[in-house]
Nanobody, 125 residues
Framework: QVQLVESGGGSVQAGETLRLSCAAS???????MAWFRQAPGKEREGVAA???????YYADSVKGRFTISRDNAKNTVYLQMNSLRPEDTAMYYCAASTEWPGIAAILRRSSYNYWGQGTQVTVSS
């Protein structure tokens, strides 16, 4: 069983930054790691994903503003969020997959089999 624990959420003003962290309890099950978010009344959507050696993928809505990275020695993945907007307000979830889902599915919820509990990000205008 893999446990994913997120931290770093909070309330900020538009234009500010936040850095989310996700620590995984076991490394061998976390081949692909990703961040998703879910706003009230909306579907959970993929934000960014990263392969073991750093290749990253982003949703169009966050390209150029968010950066995903990982420290394999610490079994930790990060999401640096710059230039935050009110529409970024959501619960952010860390996810891990034991297998390569393919590029087309890299940001699909169904590609991930381990999930954290989430951390809230609130951006006010």
């Amino acid at each position: 069983q893999v446990q994913l624990v997120e931290s770093g959420g909070g309330s900020v003003q538009a234009g500010e930054t936040l850095r989310l962290s996700c620590a995984a309890s076991v490394s061998r099950y976390t081949y692909i790691m990703a961040w998703f978010r879910q706003a009230p009344g909306k579907e959970r959507e993929g934000v960014a994903a990263i392969q073991p050696y750093g290749t990253a993928y982003y949703a169009d809505s966050v390209k150029g503003r968010f950066t995903i990275s990982r420290d394999n020695a610490k079994n930790t993945v990060y999401l640096q969020m710059n230039s935050l907007r009110p529409e970024d307000t959501a619960m952010y979830y860390c996810a891990a997959s034991t297998e390569w889902p393919g590029i087309a599915a890299i940001l699909r919820r169904s590609s991930y089999n381990y999930w954290g509990q989430g951390t809230q990000v609130t951006v006010s205008s």
